[in-house]
């Protein structure tokens, strides 16, 4: 039997998942990411836990390893500077690889993701997808005739760094103003809310329970996010047109009163061509990375 | 010798020629686009066209066509509505192959013409593009590994009805408010210089001219569209993250000061993994749709 590893480098735990080569996870676990070094432990401490557990599970077939990484990630691999673990620019394949002696691809995590929900998830059965994450930031990343278009700086799907308002005055932690993120991610849907009136603990799900509850005020926050949201998204497909929309993250736990929503102001914004473009919630969690990390790995080592 | 036909469809006129397998034109020609009687006249005009020049020329071995049309077209060549042709939904290899005898390409013109730069003109060298057309609308293509990225329904690369003001009260071609087209196009920039309280019959070149002899009101008028053009080719850059733009159309004859420009903005605006993104201008002119219908053919129907 052969098996594939995918992944998932995240600020504070990397996520570790064996899978067969049909795609089927067998073992999932974590451990922390140790920042301290400039990141240094990082790449030798996922190699240590991937070896042991090719040697208590008895693994000996293993096609590959495939990593997904918070930064810019280019095609073949390179990431340039992962601000929260300290990474400057580093060759992923070549030193994980040289840790573990297996191949190894590498991607952005938002991008890797979006493979996972192609493969596996909310994307299941179309060629071409766009997957919009809104969490903590807003990612997203793009999926053509199967394959991740990293981009020539790997900052193609870096879609929460659009520009929505150009008269922002408050800066977004990329450093630019007016940043979709600032408006259509969870914290950014929770400084809307406190702009528009609402008190200071909130978090992004009371504002959701309330709206369901019938609070017009917190109704009125989101139809700004859903207007925003569905005009941004319309802008990315202008772009890239894609058969499918997936939306993943913490926010889309809000289901389908949020795809109403985008959905609504989309139709209003899309160039007629691509007014049919379908839209579906993500499916796989906080799974989508390793799923879409194995599968980067499969199509680059594994023979079909 | 083998040969390859380029095809670039306008609404008045057709544009072709045939070139060598390597890439070398040979005779150009136009005809008139009747679009009479539901555009039924305009394939068997082109074929009748071309079966002339191979008679005339004595060519034998013909390898294919390549054809730029005025719509959205998919990967398969479909073409879903050309308004300007008074076309519906139409197989333009199935119906241009059967007149032919040949294989046939099809591809949205402007996509084509994003694929005669990348070949010959402004994006030589690089791996992945982006053409902005700044002409009487604005239009874009995308180039990714070489070859044209469609879409699922041809939109790809719309990036003229991107929405960039969505407080706009005028209309858009398109039925939308607040494209880009409405701004940054030859008509855009003279129906801005008019809200800015310039005369009636002003062209673009005027304003052009005005502001680089020292017109301070010509010169507030382009830094606006600067700051538009340098914004939304931003934003394109954050869904699609090329190694080159290439500025195309009519308005890039303004050359370097309207590089100069886009770029001061741009670099505000861009997201700092892809701050590297090189920009030139576009060096085909009315050619790079022959071009790159060329170059759509030979990559599907040469050998190599």
Not at 9 to 33: H, N, Q, S
Not at 74 to 82: A, E, L
Request: with cysteine; glycine share 16%; charged share 15%.
């Amino acid at each position: 039997m052969q098996y594939c590893f995918g992944v998932d480098l995240g600020g504070t735990t990397v996520k570790l998942a064996c899978f067969t080569a049909d795609g089927t996870l067998i073992r999932k676990w974590e451990i922390p990411t140790v920042v301290t070094d400039g990141g240094s432990h990082i790449l030798p401490d996922i190699a240590a836990s991937l070896k042991d557990y090719c040697r208590s599970a008895g693994l000996t077939e293993v096609l590959g390893i495939g990593i997904g990484v918070p930064g810019p990630v280019t095609g073949q691999g390179i990431v340039n500077r992962c601000v929260n673990l300290g990474w400057g620019v580093l060759d992923i394949p070549k030193e994980l690889g040289a840790l573990t002696g297996l191949p190894v691809a590498a991607g952005n995590d938002a991008d890797v993701a979006a493979l996972g929900e192609y493969w596996k998830g909310g994307g299941q059965g179309s060629d071409s997808m766009v997957l919009v994450t809104l969490g903590t930031g807003v990612g997203g990343g793009i999926i053509h005739g199967g394959q991740i278009i990293h981009g020539a700086h790997g900052a193609s799907g870096e879609i929460g760094h659009m520009v929505l308002n150009r008269h922002e005055t408050e800066r977004c932690g990329c450093g630019k103003y007016g940043c979709v993120e600032q408006y259509c991610s969870a914290t950014g849907i929770v400084r809307m809310a406190k702009k528009m009136g609402f008190a200071e603990n909130l978090t992004c799900k009371d504002i959701f329970d309330k709206a369901a509850a019938g609070s017009a005020k917190a109704q009125a926050v989101l139809e700004q996010v859903y207007a925003y949201l569905g005009e941004f998204i319309a802008n990315v497909c202008c772009v890239f047109d894609p058969e499918m929309v997936v939306i993943g993250g913490g926010v889309s736990k809000a289901g389908q009163p949020l795809l109403d929503g985008i959905q609504r102001y989309f139709s209003q914004y899309i160039f007629h061509a691509a007014a049919d473009i379908r839209f579906s919630l993500a499916q796989l969690g906080n799974d989508a990375g390793v799923y879409g990390a194995c599968k980067l790995a499969l199509s680059r080592f594994s023979e079909k």
